[in-house]
């Protein structure tokens, strides 16, 4: 399976993007997540979403950032509203093995990049 993520950019703060992943297979049986990693720092979840839609969010995009998926389409999508500096990173999609959505094996997407200037 090939994930290819599109739709960073460069925003204001305050503003919003909407992250595509989409994958070259089936993917309706996996969760999916996206990550991020900002210069520095280690690579963290920011949203995760079952092969039934449930969803989790790190504590600090709660509120502002939506995770969604479209089997149909075999793209999972993550929505990013009132966008902060901090925000700053390579966003990668990932899709871990069915069974283990906290793994980190499974299939990485290529990154996009977000920045968010103040």
């Known amino acids: 399976v090939q994930l290819q993520a599109s739709g960073g950019g460069l925003v204001q703060a305050g503003g919003s993007l909407r992250l595509s992943c989409a994958a070259s297979?089936?993917?309706?049986?996996?969760?999916m997540a996206w990550y991020r990693q900002a210069p520095g720092k280690q690579r963290e979840l920011v949203a995760g979403?079952?092969?039934?839609?449930?969803?989790n969010y790190v504590d600090s995009v709660k509120g502002r950032f939506t995770i969604s998926r479209d089997n149909a389409k075999k793209t999972v999508y993550l929505r990013m509203d009132s966008l902060k500096p901090e925000d700053t990173a390579v966003y990668y999609c990932?899709?871990?093995?069915?069974?283990?959505?906290?793994?980190?094996?499974?299939?990485w997407g290529q990154g996009t990049q977000v920045t968010v200037s103040s």
């Open positions: 297979g089936s993917v309706s049986r996996n969760a």
């Open positions: 990932h899709l871990p093995p069915i069974g283990y959505p906290s793994s980190l094996l499974g299939y």
């Open positions: 979403i079952s092969s039934i839609g449930a969803t």
